[in-house]
């Protein structure tokens, strides 16, 4: 099967994949690479160095300018304008134009703007009428100018309410839906003095700590974390204030609310976390269980899967050449240890 182009679409490129379509008042410039079974819709215009995926949606009327890669199952809604020239001015080209990547199964509403030089993550989403300042993590949806996180797509890979209150009032600890994320209740008492909270390190703690970092005064908007560790393995509290602490183990997604210092999350080695929507006064506090190393932190996600053995088909950042013989040879051109008071079984944090 070879690709399709409408009588009234140009496509100068030989680097098609079958299946794709170009459709009418769509133009495709020489040097462009594009995958199998892409649509490429009306008054799309495609420049050189280009790369995309395969399975790519494109909506009317978007350029794609040069330096942009695609991974497989993009989505770019209608009139999405994307940039590669920081401080553009008439008839002056930079020395190189900067590089927007959007990754695997990411997808951009309808009439976002997208700033040079950002990468979209993989299965991001980005609100319609966004502009797009930063680049955005792996999964988190953004909206607004200029765009900030409003939540994180929650099960790989449909979008769904992902907010849920640790809930574990009459039971210590609590099993979250992610592997390797346990929630604790903390020891509280409350007298006529006020509320006090107590822990005995290594009775309570599944861990005895190495060190503890504590975070704050984070603006609203800002995100922390995004990463996940090889070895260390953390426990977070927030002492004053509130903050959302977003676990992940490559399956399921779920995002848990610390508001009060008695509540605490154990987060094993290889859970991908990132915390947001830090209130104005909230102070977390992180215990780990190993001295800083820089090496202990897997930063990029798409690595952290592969770390996993999650599947994993992401192909950018390749150059037009690989895209190029890429195309071509397609032939178209533990359960924490808990030592929490009660012994009694662990509940969903719903
Ligand atoms: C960003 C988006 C994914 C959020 O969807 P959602 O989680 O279902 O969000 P909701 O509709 O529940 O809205 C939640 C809040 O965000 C606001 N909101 C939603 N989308 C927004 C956007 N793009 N920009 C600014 N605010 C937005 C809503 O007004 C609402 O605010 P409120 O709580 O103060 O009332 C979605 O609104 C969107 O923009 N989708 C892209 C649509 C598109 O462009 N499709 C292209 C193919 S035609």
Redesign the pocket.
Known sequence: MRHFVHPQGICESDSVGAGTNVWAFAHVLPGAVIGKNCNIGDHVFVENDVVLGDRVTI?CGVQLWDGLRAGNDV?I??NVTFTNDPFPKSKQRPAEFAKTTLEEGC??????TILPGISIGRNA??????VVTRSVPPNA????NPARI??YVSQIPK?ANVVSRAKHEDSPVAVSQVQGVTIYQLPAFEDIRGPLVAVEMAEVLPFVPARFFIVHTVAGSGVRGEHAHRRCEQFLLCVKGSVHVLVDDGLTRQEIILDRPQIGIHIKPLVWAAQYKYSADAVLLVFASHPYQANDYIRDYGTWLRTLNKPHTLSLGETVASAKHRANERGCGSQARSRCVVAEAPKRCE
């Open positions: 909506k989505f809604g209608p997808s951009i509403g309808a009439n976002a989403m980005v609100g319609a009428g966004a949806i953004v909206q607004g409003q939540g979008p």
